[in-house]
């Protein structure tokens, strides 16, 4: 395909298509957009914001729960120049100091957003005594409902080097640092990844990322609507509560065109292999693009293996490789040809060393899937800690160069000057090796853990810990590791602690407490260590530690401190509740009273239990009933109350 100049020569073009988006917002709640209706609304927005004074240069927060909403909002900032900026809705605390945060960075932002979200901004805001942020929502903000749009705006005239749009990662909520992208960036990146994956206009894509990453909207939006497709966007939460529904839609609108990170894979996987899917037919697909964090073999395995008999071939799952600071592509595996992996000693991985094969099935082997070749318009090389170029088979530091590669960190000279070698190649953070000519990822260089395809710092998290009594920084350490028998990345807490087991098991339950009510992330182990490995300077050394856990140095402790099975409750209906918490809650041990969001698990966890008890119990528990009925006695007593009402 040709590359445009514009994002908004981009969209142009594209309104003149017959081609939709649809936007699915449950099972039964759909709608579809043209791209000329698009074009039209997304117009009379920009007329709507330009009368409230809006300017070329201004930057929009993109704060909505609806996908709608965000596609025609996305679109106006893009049409009027104005600069926008999407944030990703979450329910936790750091998710509101991250906005709050990133709002304070901006030189002109407006706040884009509907009335519920701006209340409980507002009610966090003066609880927690961010006076500029309450000013800022009172003065900057325009809300969904009130904007009424009645003439096009005013297109501005664009240049290839202008900025785009601020995409924010989602790792760091201390200090968020925006990558910013010109139109020549998106508009390279586009045309590779259409041609990279031989796109075209009778295509169709379905896909459940959120439009806040990188893979959701320039992926699986900007690139799909490039091509001249139809594509549908599932909301991610619908996706969560209801992961069936994926593969449902995807043969019910006959998509071609698929996308998962690991942890989408697992989720659809635990509901699937319970209850299964009625006769839908899969052999549409083409292509099941797998990114956005490390990917794990077995596991593709297994997904493949599920959905064979629904007609899903082993071609369509696509390992790729990408990060934001290269808009979004950066690698693509060959279209058509079965996913391959390399099989390694995991002992071989140090940066200048050749990584050495392995068997399969010995104690230290390790897979790790190739994700292709530079797309168009990029370079990638594999260099050693000084910056110089590796022999094919060497592991070494990522690095990237080309047209796609952002030029700058919003606002910080200090980040952008680090995120570049001293001849001009980006660092990536990421550490692998070239194989056959192909990419392969085999670990991260940067401090970084990649939870559900959400990127986090682990100095974030580790800054919460230490306000616990008894932690401090420098005393708690926050890590990621992927063993060997493990499909997905596990969080690991490593705490200084030198006196009995039986003391730390209230450390255990405290640290899992706070970390998921501040940002709902399940920690897998809180391990207690003699010794935290820091360099001569004071920097913790965080591979030694997994190292240690990898070889099975605390296996002994984490042993002793899983939970003692509790007896039953007397209640059989809270104890069949008891026995399905069970099941997803890995080492927590969730009683009868417990209140459910205090415990340590994630909302992806108790989406599961949920789902579980729907299972049991068909039509008579959602996740939103969980706020007023948080424990499981109480749950219990609503369920009896729903079956009375209905018997």
């Given at each position: ?6 994002m908004?020569d ?45 300017a ?137 990844i ?12 379905l ?8 893979m ?6 900007l690139?799909?609507?490039a ?24 043969s ?26 009625p ?10 693009l ?6 794990s ?11 064979a ?64 070749r ?16 590796l ?16 030029r ?19 660092k990536?953070?990421d ?6 000519g ?31 009594d ?46 998921g ?23 913790v ?40 918490c ?43 009933d ?22």
């Amino acid at each position: 395909m040709k590359r445009y100049d514009t994002m908004v020569d981009l969209l142009a073009e594209a309104s003149g298509k017959d081609r939709h988006i649809r936007f699915i917002d449950g099972e039964r709640e759909e709608s579809e957009l043209g791209f000329g209706a698009l074009y039209e609304r997304a117009g009379a927005l920009l007329g709507a914001l330009q009368a409230r004074g809006m300017a070329p240069g201004d930057e929009l927060v993109i704060f909505s729960k609806s996908n709608r909403s965000f596609v025609i909002a996305y679109w106006a900032a893009m049409l009027g120049g104005i600069v926008p900026v999407p944030v990703a809705v979450g329910i936790s605390d750091e998710h509101r100091h991250k906005l709050f945060r990133i709002l304070r960075q901006l030189r002109r932002g407006t706040l884009f957003t509907d009335l519920g979200l701006l209340q409980r901004l507002r009610s966090f805001a003066t609880e927690n005594g961010f006076e500029d942020i309450e000013g800022f929502l009172d003065s900057r903000s325009v809300l969904i409902g009130d904007v009424q749009p009645d003439t096009q705006g005013e297109i501005h005239a664009a240049s290839p080097d202008d900025l785009a749009f601020i995409q924010y990662s989602s790792g760091s909520t201390s200090d968020p640092k925006g990558v910013c992208l010109t139109h020549r960036n998106l508009c390279t990146n586009i045309r590779a990844i259409v041609e990279g994956l031989n796109w075209h206009a009778a295509d169709r894509s379905l896909s459940w990322m959120p439009l806040t990453h990188d893979m959701g909207l320039i992926g699986y939006h900007l690139s799909t609507l490039a091509a001249g497709m139809n594509h549908a966007v599932m909301d991610t939460n619908v996706f969560v509560r209801r992961p069936l529904l994926w593969m449902s839609k995807a043969s019910e609108l006959r998509a071609t065109q698929l996308c998962s990170p690991n942890f989408g894979y697992k989720h659809f996987l635990k509901l699937y292999q319970r209850k299964g899917l009625p006769d839908i037919d899969l052999s549409c697909v083409e292509l099941i693009l797998n990114g956005a964090e490390p990917i794990s073999w077995e596991l593709c395995e297994t997904f493949l293996a599920a959905l064979a008999p629904h007609g899903l071939k082993r071609t369509a799952m696509f390992p790729v490789y990408g990060l934001a600071e290269a808009t979004v592509g950066v690698s693509l595996s060959p279209v058509g040809r079965e996913y391959e992996r390399i099989v390694v000693d995991r002992h071989s991985l140090n940066v200048g060393e050749p990584c050495l094969a392995a068997e399969p099935g010995d104690a230290d082997a390790v897979s790790f899937v190739k994700v292709g070749r530079a797309i168009r318009d990029v370079e990638i090389r594999i260099a050693d800690d000084d910056d110089r170029l590796l022999d094919d088979g060497r592991v070494g530091h990522i690095q990237l160069r080309g047209a796609s590669v952002t030029r700058e960190i919003y606002g910080d000279g200090e980040a952008t000057a680090a995120l570049f070698t001293a001849d001009g190649w980006l660092k990536t953070g990421d550490v692998g090796v070239q194989a056959g000519g192909e990419l392969v990822v085999t670990g991260r260089q940067k401090d970084i853990l990649i939870v559900n395809g959400q990127n986090y710092y682990p100095h974030d998290l580790e800054e919460i810990l230490a306000g616990i009594d008894g932690l401090e920084l420098g005393k708690v350490v926050v890590a990621g590791a992927t063993p060997s028998k493990s499909q997905t990345e596990e969080l690991l807490v490593f705490v200084l602690y030198r006196r009995g087991l039986d003391d730390f098991r209230p450390i255990v339950e405290r640290v899992r407490q706070v970390l998921g009510e501040r940002t709902g992330l399940e920690v897998d182990h809180v391990i207690p260590v003699a010794k935290i490995p820091k360099t001569t300077s004071g920097k913790v050394q965080r591979v030694h530690l997994l190292s240690d856990y990898l070889d099975g140095a605390f296996d002994e402790a984490l042993a002793v401190l899983v939970p003692a099975a509790a007896e039953m409750d007397e209640d059989p209906l809270v104890a069949e509740l008891e026995g399905i918490c069970r099941e997803f809650s890995k080492e927590r041990r969730i009683g009868p009273d417990d209140n459910l969001f205090e415990v340590g698990v994630s909302s992806l966890t108790l989406t599961e239990i949920v789902l579980a008890v729907d299972e049991r119990y068909p039509g008579k528990l959602d996740i939103s009933d969980l706020f007023d009925y948080p424990t499981l006695r109480e749950i219990a007593a609503f369920l009896r109350q729903k079956a009375g009402a209905t018997g």
